[in-house]
């Protein structure tokens, strides 16, 4: 699948990849950990949740996939200290990228009611990178555009820059009415204010096969010819927990 894609052998590159709206049930997260990591990747998982109002019965999930050659951690408080709201948002620490590591967070908010039917999202991410002293990078479909975050109040309380891709492509294309097409920005990600004059701009990926949302991928030096590269992705067809 597309989140676990092979790395690129034209450039020195270290991935991570958040992934949204995996929809991994519970009983199947170790298997998908293993099928990870086999395909060369080391992962943290928040399942899937129940929910009515969707045809199958499960929404959401996300996880955080590293390349095995990165050091990779649970935050401070152990394993259970990494999903910080089940199905929503999940967190590790990276090593390797830079010195006492980068916090990474992968989230996926409701989609529908702005900032505010999210806070309970946001306040979770912002108590995660207060008791951290690691940069951090956050990665999420957000569902709703970061002017909306900016007037929240939430960006600015945890010190972030927002990396977004041209909102003139957008990051989400969905068809109203009699067709008509409207792009919004609503996948990006919020960067330490510390290390964003390190990071490269934000760019959707318009090729990917993945329907609605593209991938949305930044990036940042370091040093010597290498560069971290992070890719936020939703799924486009149910990624299988079985090994391939």
């Not at 929910?51 to 929404?59: K, L, N, P, Q, R």
């Not at 990165?70 to 394993?79: A, Q, S, T, V």
């Not at 996948?187 to 004059?197: K, R, T």
């Amino acid at each position: 699948r597309r989140c676990l894609s092979a790395v690129s052998q034209e450039r020195a590159e270290l991935y991570k990849r958040p992934v949204q709206d995996p929809v991994v049930k519970p009983e199947d997260v170790n298997t998908a950990q293993e099928w990870a990591f086999r395909s060369g990747w080391r992962s943290v998982w928040s399942a899937a949740i129940r929910s009515e109002t969707i045809a199958s019965g499960w929404s959401s999930g996300v996880a955080i996939v590293v390349r095995k050659f990165l050091g990779i951690r649970y935050p401070e408080g152990g394993e259970a200290s990494s999903v910080l709201v089940p199905g929503k948002a999940i967190a590790c620490i990276i090593e390797g990228a830079n010195k006492g590591g980068l916090l990474a967070i992968g989230g996926y908010c409701h989609t529908g009611g702005g900032a505010e039917a999210n806070t309970y999202i946001h306040s979770a991410i912002a108590r995660c990178v207060a008791r951290h002293e690691q940069p951090f990078c956050i990665a999420a479909d957000w569902n709703e555009d970061s002017s909306n975050l900016i007037s929240s109040g939430f960006i600015d309380s945890i010190g972030a820059v927002v990396f977004a891709p041209d909102p003139a492509i957008g990051s989400c294309v969905t068809f109203g009415i009699e067709g008509v097409e409207r792009i919004s920005t609503i996948d990006y990600f919020l960067v330490s204010s510390s290390i964003a004059m390190v990071f490269s701009q934000a760019t959707a990926d318009t090729l990917a096969d993945i329907p609605t949302h593209y991938p949305v991928n930044t990036g940042y030096s370091l040093g010597k010819g290498a560069s971290l590269c992070h890719d936020t992705i939703r799924k486009g067809k149910a990624n299988p927990v079985t090994p391939i």
